[in-house]
């Protein structure tokens, strides 16, 4: 049984690619700062950190592949502090690939699907996917670039950053306001959480070939802040309201950032394998009511 190594282990999308790993027959090892409880059988620990160089060469060395989904996030959150973004997203994604150039071992990185907006995160992971793309060219890595969209699921925290679909869903079932930034009008390709993870492993696992673009995790729906505020509170079946308020740093007004999904082909799946908008969003209602109960 082959073990794969996992970066980020422990966060929301990490979960669920643990999970599918799992459920393929794979070892997972979590590379982190501590061990975590809880975790099934099958789970191993790495005790490091992406930013220890030394560390991540002796982790991916004795796995047979990497998915490296550590970092750090925050769009408005990381304004103030730049760096932070360059010494993890870069510096510490850098790390890995260094790893895989010397071990020759697969790897998959999680990118952003907004790459073009100009906030320290979406700079740092853009950045850090043009290397991926480099050395795939230039030194014969084998890096897929997942560009993952709008992610959500159960699973996913509301804070310390700020987050649309849980903010959403638990101010509903309260029957607060639902806070929209700007018009509401930006068009945002959610996709959930489960097909993300499978989108990962296959882009792991699968001969694909695909190392010299970024493969595009989203569903290529056009859905709004405005529509989906009002499928959340049809889904809750709440009293509560919209309310506008200005946008947040980092962000633009208006943007329409949707995935090409005809990049997705290299891994035979399409938006017809993923869970759709609505039922997606019940099975977050549903997971999110049980917390509270």
Known sequence: MEKILLTGGTGFVGSYVRDRLLSRGFKVTILGHRPTDGQPPGVGFFLGDIGDREAVLEAVGAHAGVIHLAGVLGTQELLQEPRVAVEINIKGCLNVFDAIRAHRKRGVYISVGNYWMNNPYAISKSVAERFGLMYNKEFKTQIAI???FNIYGPRQRPAPVRKVVPNFILSALKGDDLVINGSG????DMIYV???????????????????????AGMGRDTTINELADLVISTVGSRSKTRHVEMRPGEEPESVVKANVETLKCLDFSPEDMTCLEEGIRKTVEWYRAQQE
């Open 146 to 148: 997942v560009r993952g």
């Open 185 to 188: 009008k930006q068009v945002m």
């Open 194 to 216: 489960e097909d993300v993870a499978d989108i990962l492993v296959r882009a792991l696992l699968m001969d694909h070939g695909v190392y010299n673009r970024g493969i595009e």
